[in-house]
Structures are given as C-alpha cells and as structure tokens.
C-alpha cells in the first residue's frame, strides 16, 4: 500500500498543478471576457499577408534579352504602345511577337502601325479567319462553312506573310466555341484545315495554339476545385458540362493534327494548356518533334511545382519559349524574371491584390545562363523568321 502511494504521489501533484492552472485561467478570464470568435469572412475578403522572412531579388529586367513571344498591343492606342515599347527597353524584352494581325485588309494596317513607329520591335501573327466576307452574326453564311475554305484561308495566309507576317495565331475558338451549321463544335483536328497547317509549313511559318484551358475550367465549380473563386468571378470560364468536349479530348485533337503535319512547327500556348501536369506534357514532346511550348500566364502554375519545373526546363530547354500574354507593366514582369532566374521562395505570382489563377505563392526555379538564353530569346530566333534580324538590326 505504501508502494501504492508512492507511485501515486507525482499524479497527484501534477493534478494539483492542473487544478490551479484551471483556476488561474478562469481568473484571467471570467465567462463573460473569453474573446469571441473572430467573424466569418468571405473567400474574397481573405487576404493573408506572409510573415516568412526569405531572401528577395526584386528583378526588373530579364539576364539577357528575351523575345515576349505572346503578346497583345492590338487592344492599345498608339501611345499605349509607346509605353509598352519604354516597359519593354526597361525589361530588356528586344521584341515582342502580337498575336493580333487579321487576315485580310485590316492586317497590314496593324502591320505597318507597329514597324513604322517602332521598327524591329515587334514581329506580327495573323490570326485564323472563320467569318471571311460573311455576317459575323449570321454564321450561316461564313466562309469556314463553304467548301474550299482550307485552301482560300491558306492563300490568305500566303498574302499576310507577304505583307510582312511571321506566323499564324489560332484561339480556343477551335474547339471551344466554332460550331458548324448543325450546332455542333468543330474539333481541333477537322480536315477542312489541313491546307493551312500544310501551307504554313511551305512558308516555313510556326502556328501558335491556344487550344485549351485550365484543367479546372472543365470540372465542376464546386468546393473541390481549386480555381473555384476565379470561375466564380468568371462564370464563362467554365467548359464544364456535355455542351463541352473534355479537356484531355481538345488536347488529343491538336496533338493529332501536330503528329499529322510533321513538317509544321507548332508552338503550343500556355505550356501547351497543361502545365497541371508536366510528365504528361513531356511525353508529348518526346513524341513530336515539331512540339514546342511557351510559358504565358502560366508562371502560377509552373512556381508552385519548382522542383518539378526545374527538371523539366532543364530537360528540354530547346522547346520552351518566353511569353507572357497580354501587354503586363513592369509589375507583372518581375515574378517571369525571378521565377526563371532566382531560387527565391513564396513570393506572389501577380501583383493583383486578389490572385487571379489560384490561392497560392510560388517559388523560382534559378535557371542556369545557357538554358535562360535558350528560352529567352535563341529557341525565338530559330522558330520565328525575322525575330534574328529584328534582334540584331
């Protein structure tokens, strides 16, 4: 029985301990002082701002100079390409490629507006014409639906590259939105369009695609998606429902049309519209040849997978183009800058107050020299006639 106590003896203290510790916190805080629980918040009211100290490397130019190969300056007035061309000289961006040349007469005004007022600044695409002479609000009598149009668009491209083209811009129009006469979307890999992808090839022109977008544009916009905020914002971002083909069927149809045409050179947009998953995107490019991708808007999804990135870049450096969409100011370019060249940790993707793509931060992948100036500006200058001479005039 003694023994019995004994053992006992450091319970009981610990008990007292207890006791008086109860004591002493209900007479810091009486039942009426306890703090209250903080108010519930709305998902967009959230804003965390981190206390992690790490290193930051603010950087407002790229190492070497870069070729912004998706870019927008079509949406600008003049003097806001003006003060596109003053962010680009303090980025170190030698040329930028717009994505916004129409086919037809309406190209060579855009053409000739970017190389008068700034020569060997900008290098122009010409997009897809589905409408040609038709209404654009009949589809009915568009040129897409009449037969010969492959060939007649082809020419047209012959005519833009004549008038000073580079390449030819394809939206997510294909696939997404075209519909033939029926109601039914035209797929990426329809035949009607062979004759363009052939003709580009014998003017020794690359194709940049936009073909898809976000995987999470086609789940449900429910509490398991990630980018639910955004498409709540953005309702018509969403591709989700049987109006819509899948995700991986958009992306099996243009991966049929770049094994189909071996000889084109397809840059694929946007890390190739799945950057969620690099294995898979490795893959296609050990497949085809004449597969490449670029990085814009993107930067959200490949900083949050560095070291998975890293690999990847470091893989095939020889397929990976700079870009960033859209026209972004020196704010939107440093995260491209610091993700590419730094190893800095945790730093924001975008300088909304709200990040557009997805609740998270992300993380450089520090590049080395040869593999930056691959993607900077050499992968441009060898798929892209005319970025060479524009870089070095």
């Given at each position: ?5 004994r053992?006992q ?9 207890g006791c ?16 209250e629980?903080?108010r519930r918040?709305y ?5 965390p701002?981190p206390v992690?100290?790490?290193?930051e ?7 070497f100079?870069c070729v912004?190969?998706h870019s ?13 061309v003053?962010?680009?000289?303090a980025?170190?961006i030698?040329?930028?490629?717009s ?9 060579a ?13 900008f290098?122009v695409?010409?997009?897809?014409d589905?409408?040609g ?8 009598t ?11 668009m ?21 696939g997404l939105?075209?519909?033939d006469?029926d109601g ?11 004759p363009?992808?052939?003709?580009a ?6 194709v940049?695609?936009?073909?898809a ?6 789940s ?17 971002w969403s ?7 899948s995700?991986?069927?958009l992306?099996?149809?243009r ?5 189909k045409?071996p ?14 998953d690099?294995t898979?995107l490795?893959t ?5 040849p004449n597969?490449n991708?670029?990085i ?5 999804e490949?900083g949050?997978?560095p070291?998975t990135?890293?690999k990847?870049?470091?893989k095939?450096?020889?397929?990976i183009?700079?870009?960033t ?10 995260p491209h800058?610091?993700?590419?060249e730094?190893?800095?940790?945790n730093f924001?993707y ?7 793509q997805?609740l998270?931060n992300?993380y ?29 005039p």
């Open positions: 029985m003694l023994k019995f106590f053992w003896k450091p319970f009981a203290f610990f008990l007292f301990v008086f510790s109860l004591q002493m916190t209900t007479s810091v805080f009486s039942q009426d002082e306890v703090p629980r903080p918040i998902l967009d009211e959230f804003r701002t992690l100290k790490v290193k490397h603010i950087l407002e130019q790229a190492k100079p912004n190969v927008h300056p079509g949406r600008l007035s003049v003097e806001e390409i003006d003060e596109m003053k962010t680009m000289d980025a170190n030698a040329v930028s490629v994505l916004d040349g129409k086919a037809g007469p309406e190209f005004d855009h053409y000739q507006l970017l190389a008068k007022r700034h020569p060997n600044r290098i695409f010409v997009r897809m589905y409408i002479d038709g209404a654009p609000d009949k589809p009915e568009w040129d897409v639906h009449k037969p010969g149009f492959g060939v007649r082809a020419d047209k491209l012959t005519e833009a590259v004549r008038q000073g083209a580079q390449g030819l811009k394809l939206l997510k129009t294909l939105y075209l519909k006469l039914n979307l035209i797929k990426p890999d329809d035949p009607r369009f062979d363009v992808w052939e003709r090839a014998e003017l020794n022109i690359p940049l695609w936009h073909c977008d976000p995987i999470s544009f086609f449900p916009t429910d509490e398991r998606n990630e980018r639910w905020e955004e498409l709540y914002r953005h309702p018509e591709f989700y429902g049987e109006q819509f083909p995700h991986q069927e992306i099996d149809g991966n049929r049309v770049i094994a045409h000889e084109t050179s397809f840059i694929c947009a946007h890390m190739a519209d799945i950057p969620e690099l898979k490795g296609y490019l050990d497949r085809y597969m991708v670029e814009s808007a993107r930067v959200a490949l949050r997978q070291y990135a890293r990847f870049f470091l095939y450096p020889d397929r183009l700079f870009g969409d859209g026209v972004p100011p020196m704010s939107e370019l440093i800058f610091r993700f590419l730094t190893f800095d940790e924001p975008e300088d909304n107050p709200f990040p557009p997805g998270w992300i450089g992948i520090g590049l080395p020299d040869e593999v930056l100036k691959k993607i900077y500006h050499e992968n441009a200058e060898r798929l892209i006639p005319g970025v060479k001479e524009a870089m070095n």
